[in-house]
């Protein structure tokens, strides 16, 4: 009996230690949501400025250092993406095939013209968010998408075109003349 007194014990210690441990990263999570906004922060730079909180949400005992950047990497790896998307959905706000396909000076276009693509996008909030070194991979990843889809599309116009004097070009194994008599 007293075995079984001793194992209930132990089962609502660690039901106990579950629960706080989970309340400590969540508030962690939200100290991160309330002082990380940059996804480009860095974990030597922030955690100073996180362990200055002053309800002591950063130094809670129940989570150890290993974990609490764990939080923080995770917590800057969604930052990043979240600025990806926005970036993306900038890109194709600004950059559609008609605007694609419409040549500026110099017969630069917004798709092979870095320089012309970054006026456009300059003064949109989602530009400014992405870093920096990021911005001109992102934007030449999307503009070749818009190209191939540009091309693609320009093939399936001329597909649909017959071609009346096209009697040179057979499928293979067809022969004028198939009886072999």
């Known amino acids: 009996m007293l075995k ?3 194992r209930e014990e132990q089962e609502m210690e660690r039901v106990r230690m ?6 400590a ?5 939200a100290l991160l949501t309330e002082r990380i906004k940059d996804c480009e922060a860095s974990w030597t730079e922030s955690r100073p400025k996180l362990e200055k909180d002053p309800l002591g ?3 809670n005992s129940d989570l150890d250092l290993a974990e609490r950047e764990r939080l923080f990497r995770e917590h800057v790896n969604g930052l990043y993406e979240r600025c990806v998307r926005e970036y993306r ?4 706000d600004v950059i559609t095939v008609d605007t694609a396909t419409k040549d500026l000076e110099d017969g630069k276009n917004i798709l092979t013209s870095w320089s012309e693509a970054k006026r456009l996008l300059k003064p949109d909030q989602r530009y400014a968010r992405m870093p920096r070194r990021e911005r001109e991979l992102w934007w030449r990843r999307y503009a070749d998408d818009v190209q191939r889809r540009v091309k693609v599309t ?3 116009r001329n597909e649909d075109k017959p071609n009346v004097d096209d009697s040179s070009k057979r499928s293979p194994g067809v022969r004028k003349n198939q009886s072999r008599r």
């Open 25 to 29: 990263v969540t508030s962690y999570q």
């Open 57 to 59: 949400r950063a130094t």
């Open 18 to 23: 579950k629960a706080r441990r989970k309340d």
């Open 89 to 92: 959905s900038l890109l194709a």
């Open 154 to 156: 320009g093939s399936e």
């Open 4 to 6: 079984r007194k001793e």
